[in-house]
């Protein structure tokens, strides 16, 4: 490389993992163990990214859950310049109308509850991926959660942390909840072993139901149709039916039925994707926030490479002010699928929106026009103005950057993310989520409950991201494939929310320029904004804000402030759980690395 950015330094905190077999890196060490242990004994990368996904509904219960959802965009060795997104995330219930909820007297979507309930979308999507791309059968792939899930898997930190916040909200008004969660009335400690044996009678049942079935295909197809039409629509859809406490202190009954579950398939689509300093970047479709990523990109290539370093003064800057725009476009525009994605990518679109950027921080909410279509602003609330009651929001790391859970229940913590690389070239980034312990009651006899992904919309019938039935909500969880030359070569992406396209931005840039190895460009120093409405409850803004770690260096952070940028110094190290696998087509060679923050994440490989 030409260019070396800064905080490209041989001090890593783990070394960037090479070899030739197989790579895989996730947010949980034993969902890592569980994925290299497939490859280890012949699977694919599909085979290991679906046990590894599985085993993190175990082991990161407070956040992510069966009755979650999840996007991953993957490539193939037999067509690897094909990339495809695989799609899980389910819609709104047939009932979940503005009406319905605004009859409520809600303004918004509650952040716990059923009321926030979308399609359970996570579990089709990996069975619909092991199917049609990999290569075990379905009792193999889920040994290693039914292991965990029936003899224990340790209660991290957080964890603990996490049912301690919401332990009154449990025994008040979840009790079946605490029943799971909270065993004896005792609020776990960190280290014990957790069990949850209700969940591995789920996977027990989706195994037994295919058991009859010689074919492959046919025994997980009736794995799935078991999952949507079986005991876990059926009980789910009973329970939700329930009045129960929401976000809002109100008792209200869900609206998601057994017909909603049997309506949902999983598949696969084209990914959006953009070439920057070519390569290609592929990302989620405007129903999910992915193209924020590449319109930051289109935004920032006509500046020269020594511009681009995140870590300077000048850099950071960029960075900030580019995710500004895209984030607005995305809150005016994202969220339906007719949305004019071609104009947004284009480079007439970026150029305007280039020339908004100045020397100082913007503190104005400022999206693009669409040609052809009304810009429709979202309520802008600014921080502080709206507090939380109890297991709202998604437990993404605060605005701050803080991974704590508050006292009213308000989650800050992280959600779920897995990278595979084989040696056969297959690859794929996924980024699992949604029904964590804390977003509404525990269902009896399932062992997880659903999840909140419908706060992401508004009750507004204007808004491209209204509640609508049958509409995908704009979901956030956003994986990354990178392309060279018609070859996938990287896989990243990270948990976070609203930040895990803007954590992902200067990685990107370290590696694509900067001359980083993955490790460097993990460990360096990261930073993001604050200044666009939040997806998830209560959904505020900071104007003008961002948030950067300690170490980008008091000289950078001055400037910044200097320029105007409402700056949040969150900690040495405190921003984004990334994790990147890397293979070069040319000699077969893999690489991996990931987060060092929380000390939880881990690669493996040979």
């Not at 309930?117 to 089709?124: H, R, Y």
């Not at 898997?153 to 029943?179: E, K």
């Not at 070859?487 to 992406?493: E, H, L, R, S």
């Amino acid at each position: 490389m030409s260019t070396t950015f800064t905080h490209a330094t041989a001090d890593t905190t783990r070394p960037t993992l090479e070899g030739r077999f197989g790579m895989s890196a996730s947010t949980h060490w034993l969902a890592t163990a569980a994925a290299q242990a497939v490859l280890e004994r012949g699977g694919n990368a599909f085979d290991a990214a679906t046990a590894g996904a599985f085993v993190l509904h175990v082991v990161e219960p407070h956040l992510n859950g069966p009755g979650g959802d999840m996007t991953g965009v993957f490539a193939t060795a037999e067509e690897p310049s094909s990339p495809r997104i695989l799609m899980g995330q389910g819609p709104a219930p047939a009932a979940a109308t503005i009406e319905h909820y605004r009859g409520l007297g809600l303004e918004t979507v509650p952040g716990a509850g059923a009321l926030a309930a979308a399609v359970p979308g996570a579990v089709d999507a990996w069975l619909v991926l092991l199917r049609d791309h990999g290569t075990w059968e379905l009792s193999e792939v889920l040994e290693f959660a039914i292991d965990l899930a029936e003899h224990g898997a340790p209660v991290l930190d957080r964890i603990a942390a996490t049912i301690r916040s919401v332990a009154g909200l449990f025994t008040q008004h979840w009790p079946t909840s605490a029943a799971l969660w909270m065993p004896d009335g005792i609020v776990p400690a960190a280290g014990t072993l957790m069990r949850n044996p209700e969940y591995a009678g789920v996977l027990r049942g989706l195994i037994a139901a295919g058991a009859d079935t010689g074919d492959r295909a046919a025994q997980i197809d009736a794995a799935r149709a078991e999952w949507k039409t079986g005991r876990v629509a059926q009980k789910a859809a009973a329970f939700a039916a329930s009045p129960h406490r929401h976000s809002d202190g109100g008792e209200h009954a869900g609206v998601i039925t057994a017909e909603d579950f049997a309506a949902f398939d999983a598949g696969y689509e084209a990914p959006a994707t953009v070439k920057f300093r070519g390569h290609t970047i592929a990302k989620t479709p405007a129903w999910g926030q992915g193209p924020v990523l590449l319109q930051a990109l289109k935004i920032l290539e006509a500046y020269d490479d020594t511009e681009l370093d995140p870590g300077t003064e000048r850099g950071a800057h960029l960075v900030l002010e580019a995710l500004k725009l895209a984030l607005a476009d995305r809150d005016a525009h994202y969220g339906h699928d007719d949305v004019d994605l071609d104009h947004l990518l284009s480079a007439e679109h970026a150029a305007a929106r280039r020339a908004l950027i100045g020397e100082t921080a913007a503190v104005d909410f400022r999206p693009g026009d669409l040609p052809g279509r009304e810009t429709v602003l979202p309520p802008l609330r600014e921080a502080g103005d709206a507090e939380g009651p109890a297991g709202v929001g998604e437990p993404t790391v605060s605005r701050a950057g803080e991974q704590t859970v508050g006292a009213d229940g308000a989650s800050r913590g992280d959600t779920c993310h897995i990278d595979v690389v084989d040696r056969w070239g297959n690859m794929i980034s996924a980024t699992p989520s949604g029904g964590w312990l804390q977003s509404s009651p525990a269902i009896p006899g399932l062992g997880f409950c659903l999840g909140t992904r419908l706060q992401m919309t508004w009750l507004d019938e204007r808004s491209p991201s209204r509640l609508e039935p049958g509409r995908r909500p704009r979901t956030t969880l956003s994986p990354t494939l990178v392309l060279t030359d018609g070859q996938p070569v990287m896989a990243m992406g990270t948990p976070g929310g609203d930040q895990q396209d803007q954590w992902q931005l200067p990685l990107l840039l370290r590696l694509l320029i900067g001359g980083h190895t993955p490790q460097q460009a993990i460990d360096a120093p990261s930073l993001h904004t604050t200044s666009a409405p939040g997806s998830f409850w209560p959904r505020t803004w900071e104007p003008g804000g961002a948030v950067v770690e300690d170490r980008l260096g008091e000289e950078v952070i001055r400037g910044l402030e200097r320029r105007g940028h409402r700056v949040t110094r969150a900690g040495e190290w405190s921003l984004g759980r990334l994790s990147v696998v890397t293979r070069d087509p040319q000699t077969g060679r893999l690489a991996a690395a990931a987060n060092p923050r929380g000390a939880q994440g881990y690669a493996a490989g040979r």
